[in-house]
């Protein structure tokens, strides 16, 4: 029986990994320097957590057949060190997924917005039909475990791509490691400035993206994303080239319906993003032999993933949303989605700022305008993010000539956030809530319920 020893099992990806190949009958084992929730309870759960905190180069021994190394180590790390002295196989989260999925049909999910909603709406359509398929995607799909499927007979693998740089010593971007037989880009727009620090470092990614799909391989491209079609130039000519633009919709009464043969269907999703990621998954499918009659009859059904345009929240005049955006281009998306759903109610927007490339003061103009549809503009920062992350501290000042807006209100503790939104008068509003994080723990079911009371007692 293999044994594989995680380096920096805590983080996001690596911990769920751990969780599905211990499943999978391999002996699992792991350490890290720092563990938080939701991986602390979740390996906890698993029994994988380690028994200390730290590195411990005496636990790697010649028994140990795979590391696989998480990107939060560093090239200095005593168990890296020791393991590489021992001559034991090192993989990448990346290089491990690729060497369980060598045998089955890669489909690559990437851009810098939108790839895991559409991963999410070919995940949905596939078990609609009950295909059987592995997965790898940054959050739960609603009626899947997990956020890592993997099996030694299921023959396609949905892959949500990511270009964070892969590990401490491999500067490759992840999905260039996967080698997509049908890969998907649904947008480019700078982000991960702490890692790219020019936006033409960031394109390059993309660039090394569609020249990594097999030969005879599928890019299905967002054709209404300038940059985008940029990058396509430069898709090696054994590759198939599939465009796809925003899907036609309407909206009514709060309600968004696709525009189709024949009528109109209503769906759960909103606004023009999600309407070209569902544009962009019927391509997915379509490949994967699911035609487009069939997709619509799925797609009612979906009502998205977790923390993107999430409701959390709702009475007769009032819905609360949870949505992962946090970089400028996604706070536009989001919050112009929100407008165009809701257009006779006030808008109130809550951002926490949380990403470390958000953070950074040469990155901050990027925002300008970017909440100029909010009727109330709230962002916040938790001091502590910025200590943890190595920042300056950042004046209101200086986030309200960033974003354009002297009408910003800036805080720098959750608790007085809540009070302030706790004296609006909650009546015909919709709030979104928007962060990379969690905004310093909130309890978003209790919070929504509070507001929810509010609003039923204007």
């Given amino acids: 029986m293999q044994r594989i020893h995680f380096i920096a099992i805590g983080g996001r990806a690596m911990h769920n990994l751990a969780i599905a190949l211990q499943k999978n009958g391999y002996i699992v084992s792991g350490s890290d320097d720092e563990i938080y929730d939701p991986s602390y309870t979740n390996l906890k759960n698993n029994n994988l957590l380690p028994s200390e905190i730290g590195w411990f180069p005496e636990k790697i021994t010649t028994d140990i057949d795979t590391i696989i190394l998480g990107r939060h180590a560093k090239n200095d790390n005593p168990e890296l060190l020791r393991a590489q002295e021992l001559g034991i196989r090192i993989y990448s989260y990346p290089e491990f997924i690729y060497s369980m999925s060598q045998h089955k049909q890669r489909v690559v999910i990437a851009g810098s917005h939108g790839k895991n909603t559409i991963a999410s709406i070919v995940m949905h359509v596939l078990s609609y039909y009950q295909y059987e398929y592995d997965y790898l995607v940054s959050a739960t799909v609603p009626g899947h475990e997990g956020t890592i499927h993997l099996t030694n007979t299921n023959k396609i693998i949905i892959i949500e791509g990511d270009e964070h740089v892969t590990s401490t010593i491999d ?157 400028p281009v996604k706070l536009n998306y989001t919050i112009k989605a929100i407008r165009e759903q809701f257009p006779n109610r006030e808008l109130i927007v809550c951002l926490e700022l949380y990403a470390t490339s958000s953070l950074y003061d040469s990155f901050l103009n990027q925002y300008n305008g970017s909440m100029n549809l909010a009727d109330e503009k709230i962002v916040y920062i938790n001091p502590e993010t910025l200590r943890k992350k190595g920042l300056e501290s950042i004046s209101a000042e200086r986030i309200k000539e960033a974003f354009g807006s002297s009408k910003i209100k800036v805080f720098t503790s959750v608790e007085d956030v809540k009070s302030e939104l706790y004296m609006i008068h909650w009546h015909n509003k919709t709030l979104l809530l928007m962060s990379s994080g969690n905004f310093s723990g909130l309890n978003y079911s209790e919070f929504a319920e509070k507001i929810i009371g509010l609003s039923k007692e204007n």
Avoid at 257 to 262: E, M, T
Avoid at 284 to 293: A, D, G, P, R, T
Wanted: aromatic fraction near 14%; charged fraction near 20%.
């Fill in 171 to 327: 500067y490759r971007s992840k999905f260039e490691h996967y080698k997509p037989h049908i890969a998907l880009l649904s947008g480019i727009a700078w982000d991960h400035v702490n890692t790219f620090p020019t936006f033409d470092m960031y394109v390059e990614q993309f660039k090394k993206y569609v020249n990594s799909i097999e030969h005879n391989g599928k890019l299905i491209y967002n054709n209404d994303d300038s940059i985008v079609q940029q990058v396509i130039n430069e898709t090696p000519e054994h590759v198939q080239l599939v465009p796809y633009t925003m899907h036609p919709y309407e909206v009514f009464d709060n309600r968004s319906f696709l525009r189709i043969s024949g009528g109109r269907l209503p769906v759960f999703i909103f606004g023009e993003h999600n309407m070209q990621n569902i544009a962009g998954a019927i391509k997915v499918c379509q490949f994967l032999k699911i035609s487009e009659e069939k997709f619509y009859r799925a797609i009612k059904t979906f009502k998205g993933s977790g923390k993107h345009l999430q409701l959390i929240g709702k009475s007769k005049s009032v819905n609360i949303y949870l949505d992962f955006a946090h970089s």
